[in-house]
């Protein structure tokens, strides 16, 4: 099979193809013909060699997939031999054929493209866990999702919106605004041009749940931000982890700091994450209440182009790669 490498540690260009034997399911996966394959910040830092795969997972970046069930491992009957599905995978999606833990696969809904399809699974069930879960957001509260207009953040709107919260995000552009609000923010603030503290404080008097991939010196403004009983959800850190910040105000509000990773955690976990957005998430997308972004999309073989334009940071959603 056709297959992207990272021939080492570097830029874009590292990203080549490759020819690789097909993988073969283990008992509990199957074997997935793939149509398209997401394109994700941790595959950026993957490629940089900053974040190897789990023990166990295939070295082929990728993180999510889409495509039709050709072959089971042992003790697998469902999702069935010739079903389209979507897969979130710990490696490998970044090739022709991917192997998937069967309750890791959910059904294509009608109502998405296999393209589209492939950028459901690494948002969703990121979103869902800590945007739902850990920060345990209810209708009527107020959220702030920073950068808005990527993969998480237009994720993160439709699902916010969907469930009844009052939604902002920021983001770096008018351009970017503006799609935010399109997908159904209430409101959206350029930090370029606004200081969202001041904003928040000024208009919304606060919020219950920030989902920041940010860090650095937003820690601090976030907690500002947060109303009493707050919850405050990391899951990256663009502007470093390592900061300085007065916990008073943790006290104080009686506010919760917590975060996750995603792809270390193990299959049971992942699949109670599936079933959870099968029962709660599916019937939005096949009401196209929420369904994913696309910004651009790539020719597999093109790879390198896909993640130059990821770290641009120009696009609006998320950018897929197209398999054969």
Known sequence: MTCIEIAKPGGPEVLVPATRPLPVPKPGEVLIEVAAAGVNRPDVVQRLGLYPPPPGASDIPGLEIAGTVVAHGGGVTTPAIGEKVCALVAGGGYAAYATAPAVCCLPVPASLSLVEAAAVPETFFTVWH???????LKAGETFLVHGGASGIGTTAIQLAKAFGAVVIATAGS?????????????????????????VIKGDAGGVDVILDMVGGDYTTRNLKCLNTDGRL???????????????????????T?????????????????????????????AAKTASPRIDQT?????AGEAHRHLE?????????????
């Open 130 to 136: 800590n945007v739902f879960e850990r920060g345990a």
């Open 174 to 198: 008018a351009e970017k605004c503006e799609a935010c609000v399109s997908l159904g923010a209430d409101v959206a603030i350029n930090y370029r041009t606004r200081d969202f503290v001041d």
């Open 233 to 255: 959800v990391q899951i990256a850190f663009l502007k470093g982890s390592k900061i300085e910040v007065d916990m008073l105000p943790v006290m104080v509000k009686r506010l």
């Open 257 to 285: 700091v917590t975060g996750s990773t995603l792809r270390p955690r193990d299959v049971a976990f992942k699949g109670r994450l599936a079933a959870a957005l099968r029962e709660q998430v599916w019937p939005l997308l």
């Open 298 to 302: 790539f020719p597999l073989e093109q």
């Open 312 to 324: 641009s940071g120009g696009h609006v959603g998320k950018i897929v790669l197209k398999v054969g």
